[in-house]
């Protein structure tokens, strides 16, 4: 009988390959396709709208050996760290507080969450013009801490973005976390009320642990998804002052649609997918582990 059904099995599986055949054209159109063609192009010199030439490795030359890369790179990695190590913290927290039962929180899920909902030039612009010394909130108040030049100051200008960012993202991540934590056995925290754990305990002894692998998707959107950063930071501070909030994906816009430099902009665009599935495949193996480990883990 296993043997009789077992073909039939097989063949009904092999039948269903073709629902993926859509997903799979999607997937081939839409990215593997405009990559190949962004690749090619680092090789290339255009200005966007005259003749492509085959220049071989002259953009990638003219990139690496700028001075600038370098800058940009170490602007993204640090927007990229510093906006980890604020959002992590406070989605864990807000997510573990969301998981509560009380019905309250439920309308507080709702209020955190506008800020995602919300067009990130529009942020960008409501807090620039927050953030104004002149007109700003500051003035307007009269309160001399908030009275700064927060966008025309390097540092200040580089935390005012990590701020936004982080202001933006956290409900998101918020949310991982409050899924992850719902998942987590009401059984352990029984457990663990009966040998006299208090909420502090059970936070760092389970829901933690137990959160491993929902800590390890949600780095990795933040720290890929920082790499993509632009649009708020091109409308805030346009990559200034100087070049102090000029990162990678802004350094890709100013050199092709500025510059007119398609060649070396693709060169970036190239560097970034690359450092992106290097972070994510660096991340995987921090994590550890497969999608049945994690299973066994929280049964």
């Given at each position: ?21 859509p997903a ?86 709702v209020v ?18 927050l953030l ?168």
């Amino acid at each position: 009988m296993t043997s009789a059904t077992a073909p039939r099995k097989k063949g009904r599986g092999g039948s269903l390959g073709w629902l993926a055949l859509p997903a799979l054209a999607f997937f081939v159109a839409f990215a593997v396709v405009p990559l190949v063609g962004v690749l090619w192009l680092s090789f290339t010199t255009w200005d966007g709208l005259g003749e492509i030439r085959l220049t071989g490795l002259d953009s990638w030359r003219a990139v690496l050996d700028n001075p600038g890369l370098m800058h940009s790179l170490w602007v993204t990695f640090l927007v990229m760290l510093l906006s980890w190590a604020f959002q992590t913290p406070l989605s864990i927290l807000l997510g573990v507080f969301l998981a509560g039962r009380q019905r309250y929180r439920a309308v507080l899920a709702v209020v955190y969450f506008i800020p995602l909902l919300l067009s990130s030039a529009a942020i960008a612009i409501t807090y620039k013009a927050l953030l104004d010394p002149n007109f700003g909130l500051g003035a307007g108040l009269g309160i001399e801490i908030l009275i700064q030049d927060w966008l025309g100051e390097p540092t200040l200008a580089l935390g005012v973005v990590i701020f936004v960012v982080s202001w933006q993202f956290i409900p998101f991540h918020s949310l991982l976390y409050q899924g992850g934590v719902r998942q987590i056995p009401r059984s352990m925290y029984e457990a663990a009320e009966l040998d006299g754990a208090g909420r502090v305990r059970m936070f760092w002894s389970i829901t933690l642990p137990q959160l491993k692998y929902t800590i390890i998707t949600s780095s990795t959107l933040m720290v890929v998804g920082s790499l993509t950063f632009f649009d708020l930071i091109y409308v805030m501070t346009a990559g200034g002052p100087g070049d102090a909030t000029r990162v990678l994906a802004l350094d890709m816009y100013k050199r092709g649609f500025q510059a007119n430099l398609m060649g070396p902009a693709s060169v970036i665009a190239v560097i970034l997918v690359v450092v992106g599935l290097l972070l994510a495949l660096l991340l995987r193996r921090i994590g550890g582990g497969n999608n049945s480990d994690s299973q066994l883990e929280g049964a």
